[in-house]
């Protein structure tokens, strides 16, 4: 049964997978699209293209059917303003379970046991005048490279966490002045080592932040991501070398202070936590643009705050580069799913 079962979840990781070979824009349709069995089937063809998704006759049958479904889904619920275009995304014909699987479930619990450094207030009490708009995503940093590392994919693994952890370690890494430190960072070590935390059962950035201060990590490509824990929970730190990085601490920004926040963001990238729910079939098939659609009620997936203008926030999620814009989220400030509810954490670095 053990190995039935291992086998099972290697592969629903390789359908995944599958899913995203390459990373590309939204895939636009209309209702036209729609019209018919066969038009929806042309549409699932140019969608394979367009994702460049490779599936085999088979295997295509039976994803028709979610294709199928999420393309109406989209049509009939997604909120959209003007003339903006329908988008797919590319994971319209995974499985309810695939998508489920992504789901952080953070942790609320033991958060008085953690001692964060004394946040800095980047503006005073609240004198600086803040730029109308920042984006790091298309700032150049040290050693002459994107100030923000690439977008990767935490797939059936409840680890957005660690993905958001590491992220904006490896920001701040590479924004410091005279960066000499390039590094991209093991969730994975995250995931099996950080026992405050539960794996790919959910967990918190700030306690990824103490298990890195108090441990140090090491490097993606000493420890790689596997997409899922081990059965036996192994951890591979003491045998993997530590990264040459100095964290003091982490610090907490506080709760509904938008002020704060962006502040923050003016100098260094932030981890926010917002709230997406349960069947929530809007925000998995977000695929660009600005998002009004459904919010949860509770707050269950963290990602990394990139930047912001006077309407809206931009997120970098850990779910692929085939999803959202590039793997972005352009969250509405004004619909902005209760990520000013826990404020924002961010690392803080030897040199700050």
């Known amino acids: 049964m053990a190995g039935q079962a291992i086998a099972a979840v290697l592969g629903i990781l390789l359908a995944l997978a599958l899913l995203e070979p390459t990373a590309a824009a939204g895939l636009k349709f209309t209702t036209h699209d729609l019209r018919s069995e066969k038009a929806v089937r042309q549409l699932y063809e140019r969608w394979c293209k367009h994702f460049k998704v490779v599936r085999k006759q088979e295997e295509k049958v039976h994803r028709f059917a979610n294709f199928n479904?999420?393309?109406?889904?989209?049509?009939?619920?997604?909120?959209?303003?003007?003339?903006?275009?329908l988008r797919l995304n590319g994971f319209a014909d995974a499985t309810w379970a695939e998508l489920e699987a992504c789901r952080c479930r953070m942790t609320p619990e033991g958060r008085r046991n953690l001692a964060p450094v004394p946040v800095k207030r980047r503006g005073g009490d609240g004198n600086l005048t803040l730029p109308d708009s920042i984006d790091w995503t298309s700032r150049i940093c040290g050693q002459g490279r994107p100030c923000i590392s690439p977008v990767r994919n935490q797939f059936l693994c409840g680890s957005c966490w660690a993905f958001a952890a590491t992220a904006a370690i490896e920001s701040h890494l590479a924004i410091r002045p005279e960066a000499s430190i390039i590094v991209q960072l093991s969730e994975q070590e995250l995931v099996d080592c950080d026992h405050a935390s539960h794996g790919c059962k959910g967990g918190l950035a700030i306690k990824a932040f103490n298990y890195i201060n108090q441990n140090g990590i090491t490097s993606r490509q000493n420890y790689p991501y596997r997409t899922f824990q081990r059965e036996n929970g192994t951890c591979l730190a003491r045998t993997t070398p530590r990264t040459n990085i100095t964290m003091i601490g982490w610090t907490q920004l506080?709760?509904?202070?938008?002020?704060?926040?962006?502040?923050?963001?003016t100098s260094a990238l932030v981890v926010v936590a917002i709230s997406?729910?349960?069947?929530?079939?809007?925000?998995?098939?977000?695929?660009?643009?600005?998002?009004?659609?459904?919010?949860?009620?509770?707050?269950?997936?963290?990602?990394?705050?990139?930047?912001?203008?006077?309407?809206?926030?931009?997120?970098?999620?850990?779910?692929?580069?085939?999803?959202?814009?590039?793997?972005?989220?352009l969250l509405p400030r004004t619909h902005n799913c209760g990520i000013l509810e826990r404020g924002g954490s961010y690392p803080v670095m030897g040199w700050d």
């Open 254 to 265: 506080e709760p509904h202070n938008e002020y704060e926040l962006l502040a923050q963001v």
């Open 276 to 329: 997406i729910g349960d069947n929530n079939t809007e925000f998995r098939g977000y695929a660009g643009g600005m998002y009004w659609g459904k919010c949860g009620t509770k707050i269950d997936h963290e990602l990394l705050l990139v930047g912001y203008d006077p309407d809206s926030y931009l997120l970098k999620n850990s779910w692929g580069q085939s999803w959202g814009d590039f793997g972005y989220l």
């Open 69 to 85: 479904q999420t393309v109406h889904h989209v049509a009939s619920h997604t909120v959209r303003v003007a003339d903006e275009p």
